[in-house]
């Protein structure tokens, strides 16, 4: 597809050069404008995903020849600052056959995933968090057996992707011939305020993909706030909502439409008024559920005496700026219209007594000026020159970029302390060159950035573009006492890039939200990274007991506000997920940081199991939930559980040797048990109990639940490259098992258990074991165990000779 709308940005950008050749296939330069549409047309588009598109599987693109979207709604319902966005749609197929679809769906900032489900004709499947790994494991499974399943996950290509990507990716599988598939997928995202303003914004501008057309389109919308609001627009032409409500506290909207073409983005802007109490503080605690209390502490920042954005005498200083653009390949399309109007407005921001500088990189750094100079229109039009002629080229050396950046601070100028220094970075942060990895990356940085003076130590803003810009590095860089913003490729890029200027020369409030008594609030964190005058500082946490207490924000800058903390409180039901996702997001910045722990990894996990959202190490599985827990037992075992929608009173089990037994929910685990004796002559295999669920309206369920009996140990072949090794060396084991294994553990003597796990390049379980380096010379015995899903173990030892 040639999408007409880059190559304006093009024709600026680009300097004009001869086309690709056909002898040349592997040229990596695009230089004019008709090498930009040979790419187009001959090489597979490498986007993120549009929200809500079903591809048919080995489709690049959606076709409504085969799959068309007859029906979608969107609900959208604002809590104070938190955004539930609900979205069903209904595509109906248009082939004789049975296909596999890929539904892809790309979150906005900060979104994050709530819900997911698919329907089973007139039967809805919801969606469960499960590790990522035994989700896709079931998921196999279940499409193995012709059983409807979807899974959602964050990223395509593992954990590291996940974190660092946008899109979500569900596999809906079967799509019966010439029927119909029912999607339902729930997100939630919180929304700012920057200079007493705010932007919602939901997706529906094709980026990747062709524009899908709505049969049947509704959006309904609600908006509620304890801040009252004022100037409540929607900025787009094609969904104009019809308004039942405009109030300070209160707006309410609607919209239909039919044969609705999916060319713009669904967005709205309002304003806060600065009045009222300056602390805010809401709660939610139901004492059905036991435990703490969640609560939301949040203050709108008024600008005191000034014009929002105005800076004090300090902040006059002037600056000295050095921008960096990224000029690789990665950047096509969207990308570099949105991002060279970035630079366009980032270097007209700046005032006469200002300096700067532009380098533009790929693999190697360029720069526009020996040195950074003054901010007159003459010098900004060169540079902006100065990038239009660059080459669109190769891979992305961010390594070498952000040392670059801190030489041109680092340079000792005569007049260097009378500026503040800023790195501000314009990349999607994808990088392909030198260090690759976000922990290298920016530990890289900030190594260096601490080793210049504190008075040349630059402020590093980083604007991320792109649908797959790797925002956890962009968290990371800006770090180094800056901050960071996120547009996507099709978004409207008015309301944040002016958000990321207006912050470029002003100090960021250090504020801290205490409490009294302090012993009653428990992990307490601030939703923002930076608090400025004229946006939302809020903080969510939890609490253990009802009462009353006393907010306040150190340093005082709005007076303390006395709040009871109710034993009771149902509505503001987002805050136990929005202070999950808080505290999931501290745990992936401490893996960005300092890299994986299996405590951090299984808190994340508990928490998106237990609040339902999905993150990068969960997937949502929505399968018939009969089947979502297959158990693997021996003869003898007592126990089934069985997991279902919340709206089911009942559940009774029929087994295939005779047996018809209710089942008792147990509300502390959220799942229904019953205890029942597998006959021990029953031979090893799949079994199918028939379940009868019962709603609250008294409608009836049939589903079925596998259980494996198993009574054989796992088998094992243990490979090793070496068996006679020295004292202190390392052992690289390769051990193939049988199919049920569950876990794999290697012990030697002196040595701790080693896990082994499976290794997509070597086709088998892997580990490295090291020799103990005071164990003396002798011969050793090397044990594998083996443990599959109904605790059979099976053991393998192998003699290792330890020489002097």
């Known amino acids: 597809m040639i999408r007409r709308t880059a190559l304006p940005i093009y024709k ?3 300097k004009v050069g001869q086309a690709l050749s056909p002898a040349n296939p592997a040229m990596t330069a695009i230089r004019p404008v008709t090498a930009f549409l040979a790419l187009a047309l001959s090489i597979p588009q490498l986007f993120a995903a549009d929200s809500g598109v079903l591809l048919p599987v080995g489709s690049q693109q959606p076709d409504s020849a085969v799959f068309s979207l007859d029906e979608m709604s969107i609900d959208v319902h604002i809590d104070n600052g938190d955004a539930r966005v609900s979205i069903r749609q209904i595509f109906g197929s248009h082939s004789g056959t049975i296909h596999e679809g890929t539904y892809v769906f790309a979150l906005p900032t900060r979104g994050v995933v709530s819900d997911f489900a698919v329907w089973d004709g007139l039967v809805r499947i919801p969606g469960v968090i499960l590790e990522r790994r035994r989700a896709e494991e079931i998921y196999e499974s279940l499409k193995s057996q012709a059983i409807d399943p979807g899974l959602l996950e964050q990223g395509e ?7 660092r990507g946008s899109t979500f990716t569900a596999h809906i599988v079967p799509i019966p011939a010439f029927g119909t598939k029912r999607i339902e997928m729930e997100y939630h995202q919180p929304v700012a305020v920057e200079n007493l303003r705010s932007a919602f914004v939901i997706s529906l501008k094709p980026d990747a993909y062709r524009a899908q057309k709505a049969g049947v389109l509704h959006i309904s919308f609600e908006m509620k706030s304890a801040q009252p609001l004022t100037r409540f627009t929607v900025t787009g032409k094609q969904f104009p909502l019809r308004l ?23 967005a709205a802007e309002w304003g806060m008024v600065a009045s009222g109490a300056p602390l805010q503080v809401t709660a939610y605690r139901n004492p059905a559920e036991g435990g703490d209390g969640y609560l939301e502490a949040a203050a709108l920042l008024a600008p005191l005496g000034a014009p929002v954005g105005a800076p004090s005498v300090q902040e006059q200083r002037p600056r000295q700026l050095v921008a960096l653009f990224d000029a690789s390949l990665s950047m096509q399309w969207e990308k570099l219209e949105r991002s060279f109007q970035a630079l366009d407005a980032l270097l007209h921001s700046l005032r006469p007594a200002d300096r700067f500088n532009v380098l533009t990189f790929n693999g190697t750094v360029h720069t526009c000026f020996s040195q950074p100079g ?8 060169q540079a902006l020159g100065c990038v239009r002629a660059q080459d669109l080229r190769g891979g992305t050396n961010l390594n070498a970029a952000l040392e670059a950046a801190l030489a041109q601070s680092a340079a000792d100028r005569v007049d260097a302390d009378r500026f503040d220094p800023y790195v501000v970075l314009i990349s999607d942060l994808g990088a392909t060159e030198g260090p690759i990895r976000n922990g290298r990356i920016a530990a890289a940085y900030t190594e260096r950035w601490q080793k210049l003076p504190a008075a040349r130590r630059p402020r590093t803003y980083v604007f991320a573009v792109g649908d797959d810009a790797n925002q956890s590095l962009a968290r990371l860089l800006a770090a180094n006492d800056g901050l960071s913003e996120w547009v996507r490729s099709t978004e409207p890029l008015e309301f944040k890039l002016n958000a990321f200027l207006s912050k470029i020369g002003r100090r960021p409030l250090e504020l801290r939200l205490t409490a009294t008594p302090a012993e009653n609030l428990d992990m307490v964190y601030a939703l923002s990274d930076q608090f400025f005058t004229g946006s939302l500082a809020a903080w969510v946490g939890r609490y253990k007991q009802p009462g ?7 340093p005082a800058v709005l007076p303390p506000v006395l709040f009871t903390l109710p034993a009771e409180a149902l509505d503001h039901d987002q805050l136990p997920r929005t202070w999950a996702q808080a505290r999931v997001d501290a745990l992936l910045q401490k893996i960005e940081r300092e890299g994986e722990d299996r405590a951090s990894i299984d808190e994340i996990i508990r928490l998106s199991r237990k609040y339902k959202f999905v993150t990068p190490y969960t997937s949502f599985l929505a399968a018939p939930r009969s089947l979502l827990r297959p158990r693997v037992i021996r003869p003898g075992d007592p126990v089934l559980r069985v997991h279902t929608d919340p709206a089911i009173v009942s559940v009774t089990a029929l087994f295939p040797f005779g047996l018809m037994k209710s089942l008792r929910y147990l509300k502390e685990e959220d799942a229904w048990q019953m205890r029942f004796l597998a006959p021990p002559d029953m031979t090893d295999g799949t079994y199918n109990v028939r379940l009868i669920l019962r709603d609250r309206q008294g409608r009836v369920y049939r589903e079925a639940k596998s259980f494996v009996i198993a009574s054989k140990a796992p088998v094992i072949r243990v490979q090793l490259t070496q068996t006679r090794v020295r004292a202190g060396a390392s052992i690289h084991l390769r051990v193939q098992a049988s199919a049920s294994t569950r876990t794999l553990t290697a012990r030697l003597s002196g040595a701790g258990p080693v896990w082994l796990h499976w290794n997509p390049a070597e086709r088998t379980n892997t580990g490295d074991i090291t020799v103990p380096a005071q164990l003396p010379p002798g011969m050793y015995v090397l044990q594998v165990i083996a443990e599959d899903m109904a605790h059979n173990m099976g053991t393998q030892e192998v003699r290792l000779e330890v020489v002097p």
């Open 374 to 381: 003054p901010a007159d229109a003459a010098s900004i039009e």
């Open 157 to 163: 290509r593992g954990e590291e992707d996940a974190r």
């Open 244 to 266: 039942t409500e405009n109030g300070p506290n209160l707006v309410r909207g609607e919209f239909d439409g039919r044969g609705v073409d999916l060319t713009e983005d669904f």
């Open 548 to 554: 009353a207490a006393t907010f306040s924000i150190t």
């Open 12 to 14: 600026r950008f680009m």
